[in-house]
Nanobody, 126 residues
Framework: QIRVAESGGGSVPPGGSLTLSCEAS????????MAWFRQIPGKGREGIAA?????????EYADSVKGRFTISQGDAKNTIRLQMNHLTSEDTGTYYC??????????????????WGQGTQVTVSS
């Protein structure tokens, strides 16, 4: 059974940094794509960063996080991290990790990913 689990959420002041981790287990091969989405109160779930593992580690970012967030592959297979810097109150929300075994055409769309974690809360507040 494939499971996805996030960790590393918490509370930080504006301007602070936080690193999220994600592990996708139960699959003997490498997931083709893994990504981070977030849901901000009152808004839909937004794709913010993705990595194409079978595409040489190509990364994609939403404009809202480009230059502040970095997605990377972890040391173990099917693990990724999200380094978040220069956080603002607008980054507050629930962050989800997603994974898919197939090639993803539109990485920022939820429907492209089959496997999801339960989410981890990130709160940016003074």
């Amino acid at each position: 059974q494939i499971r996805v689990a996030e960790s590393g959420g918490g509370s930080v002041p504006p301007g602070g940094s936080l690193t999220l981790s994600c592990e996708a287990s139960g699959y003997s091969s490498s997931f083709n794509w893994m990504a981070w989405f977030r849901q901000i109160p009152g808004k839909g779930r937004e794709g913010i960063a993705a990595i194409w593992s079978n595409g040489g580690g190509t990364t994609e970012y939403a404009d809202s996080v480009k230059g502040r967030f970095t997605i990377s592959q972890g040391d173990a297979k099917n693990t990724i991290r999200l380094q978040m810097n220069h956080l603002t109150s607008e980054d507050t929300g629930t962050y989800y990790c997603a994974a898919d075994r197939r090639y993803v055409g539109k990485w920022s769309e939820q429907r492209e990913f089959d496997f999801w974690g339960q989410g981890t809360q990130v709160t940016v507040s003074s």
